[in-house]
């Protein structure tokens, strides 16, 4: 059994007499030291399968298993939340404390843990995301780019075996989201860590090793960067395939180029230049 | 000229410790008709330049006139001013609040004190303009809307005021691939037919690239530059020095270009691309028979690049359809 698993899951929102199913039928499994994005147009049910994750929802039906322990029984959560830690999307609604380090706290202070380690802990999260310098700062002076990270590095201090960014860089500029990729490629690096990146950035999905994409609650496709040569297909659910490849499409068309399976300018070039 | 600055400076917290230089000494002229994009870092004050524009942030010092309207003054007419100038903010639908999208979409032009026919005239031109099907959802309450079309009430709302000037900030973040396109062809349709004059702040160097004529660069409270798309992205120098990112269409044809293929490194639109591609294609395989003498190349490849993809992009196309 996979370390996250989604068992014929489905969700809905009440809003009053109208019932909006959020998720469907969503059966998934995620093993340790994966790195799976998770994309879908906006309203798919992306988000709603983050907060499925760790039991800030619990489904209508079906049921979700982290490491074995169903998100349904009250006494799992503790356990469950230890070990899967999310990064929502908006910086500023994630900070807590005045002081970085105070904020980076708040995860082991609420585990128990002795104050050395607790120490130990921030300064490691801190220098995991390369925010070490700025510890005893304070929030609110950073860009956007540094509080995601900030947040990155509170979600850490848990030491969690699986990372979950709820479209962690949908608010910030190119800087910024360079700045989180990066961290989210050294802890895949340093850390084996197991990453479920939500995202609606073709070029992001594209860093990681399985794309899982979500329609109408539902999940329709799963697989490697195979999944792109649907590109039609991609675009017909409001999602659309990374540029390279939608340009090589065209190409194709074009009577220009034999083959369109092609990700990345490199590739493209090399095709070409034949 | 719809907009004019002159050596406009703002700080923030003047005369406390806090105190933070936001602008220094930007003068700007945006002409009848721009598509104008502004970009640069978080911070680089973007944001306070565009507040600027319809007196949300007043000049502390240097001037700013909009549609003949100087601004430096306490009083303004604001009416006038806010009719003049439509500003939609980062994630407009926030600001969502009525019990219907009528009422929300009316709430400008009621505080006018338009007459009502006049007002559900307008309610109904700008919910069309914005793509909603004006019985459909007139009645319905804004948040029982999707995403999408929660921020295009919200835009609709801004042009009941009937605006000749459109500022968005940020117009597309957080959409989808299809919201990102329907939301930009959106504004290219309200730009064609309600304010001739657009300016947008956007992170998104492609969408910035492609749609604007000109392409202001701001960079630690100053205007570094104001130049077009096709000029600012083959500037190596400024785009170091201000950490400025490609559009992802430039990068490619750079990529293309230095392994030789004979396109323009100045392309920033994704068909211009792939036109330029189909015709250099076409070009080396005509250039490897021996019938075009080689001045005959030569010249050919000294067309200015606008030229040169306006012809890659007819040659390219017109084969396209004989190739199906």
């Known amino acids: 059994m996979g370390f996250i698993k989604f068992e014929n899951v489905s969700y809905a929102y009440n809003s009053g007499a109208a019932e909006t199913p959020a998720v469907v039928d969503f059966s998934f499994e995620v093993n340790e030291g994966e790195f799976v994005a998770l994309v879908g147009h906006n309203g798919s049910g992306k988000s709603t399968v983050a907060k499925l994750v760790n039991g800030l929802l619990l489904p209508d039906e079906g049921a979700v298993y982290v490491d074995g322990m169903s998100t349904a029984e009250r006494s799992n959560l503790f356990e469950i939340r230890k070990r899967v830690g999310v990064v929502f999307q908006n910086p500023d609604n994630q900070m807590i404390a005045t002081i970085i380090e105070d904020d980076v706290a708040f995860g082991p202070e609420n585990l128990g843990l002795p104050p050395a380690e607790i120490s130990a802990r921030v300064g490691w999260a801190l ?3 390369g925010m070490g310098e700025h510890r005893k700062g304070t929030p609110f002076r950073l860009s956007g780019g540094q509080k995601q990270r900030v947040a990155i590095a509170g979600v850490l201090a848990i030491k969690p075996r699986v990372l979950v960014l709820d479209e962690s860089t949908s608010m910030l500029d190119p800087v910024g989201r360079a700045e989180v990729l990066r961290v989210v490629g050294s802890l895949r690096k340093n850390e084996n860590m197991t ?11 594209l860093l990681a090793d399985r794309i899982a994409v979500l329609n109408g609650g539902r999940l329709v496709m799963d697989g490697g960067r195979e999944i ?13 395939a990374p540029l390279v490849k939608r340009v090589a499409m065209k190409l194709r068309k074009a009577g220009v180029l034999d083959d369109d399976d092609i990700l990345d300018a490199d590739a493209l070039a090399g095709a070409l230049c034949r | 000229m719809p907009i004019v600055t002159e050596q406009l400076s703002y700080v923030y917290s003047p005369k406390s410790p806090f105190a933070k230089q936001a602008l220094n000494g930007v003068t700007l002229t945006v002409a009848d008709g721009d598509f104008l994009g502004v970009i640069g870092h978080t911070g680089s004050g973007k944001s306070t330049l565009a507040g600027h524009f319809n007196a949300l942030i007043r000049v502390q010092s240097g001037r700013v006139e909009v549609d003949g309207i100087d601004l430096r003054p306490k009083k303004l007419d604001f009416k006038l001013l806010r009719s003049t100038v439509g500003m939609v903010f980062q994630y407009p639908e926030y600001q969502l609040f009525d019990e219907s999208v009528e009422r929300d979409v009316g709430f400008g032009p009621r505080n006018l004190k338009i007459p009502p026919d006049e007002i559900a005239e307008r309610v109904r031109e700008s919910l069309e303009m ?22 295009r009430v919200a835009l609709a709302g801004v042009l009941a005021m009937r605006p000749k000037i459109l500022v968005l900030d940020e117009p597309t973040a957080g959409l989808d691939p299809r919201g990102k396109a ?19 702040i956007s992170h998104n160097m492609d969408e910035i690239a492609a749609n604007c004529n000109k392409i202001a660069v701001m960079s630690g409270g100053s205007l570094v530059c104001v130049l077009p798309p096709e000029e600012l992205f083959t500037r190596g120098d400024l785009l170091k020095e201000h950490g400025i990112e490609m559009p992802a269409v430039t990068r490619i044809a750079n990529a293309l270009a230095d392994r030789g293929l004979d396109i323009p490194r100045s392309l920033v ?10 015709a250099a294609k076409r070009g080396a395989i005509k250039a490897a028979t021996p019938a075009k003498p080689e001045r005959a190349q030569k010249a050919e490849n000294n067309i200015p690049h606008t030229d040169a993809v306006k012809d890659a992009a007819k040659k390219g196309g017109d084969e396209c359809v004989t190739f199906r």
Not at chain 2, 130 to 151: A, C, H, I, W
């Open chain 2, 130 to 151: 914005v793509g909603l099907d004006y019985e459909g959802v007139r009645r319905r309450s804004p948040f029982e809307l999707s995403g999408g079309q929660k921020r």
């Open chain 1, 195 to 205: 990453v479920i990146m939500i995202t609606h950035f073709m070029e992001e999905a």
């Open chain 1, 127 to 129: 220098e995991c995301v």
């Open chain 2, 182 to 200: 329907e939301i930009l062809e959106l504004i290219r349709r309200v730009k064609k037919y309600m304010c001739p004059t657009v300016i947008m």
């Open chain 1, 228 to 240: 792109f040569k649907r590109a039609e297909e991609l675009e017909s659910i409001g999602l659309s």
């Open chain 2, 269 to 278: 639109r994704e068909d211009d691309l792939v036109a330029a591609i189909v």
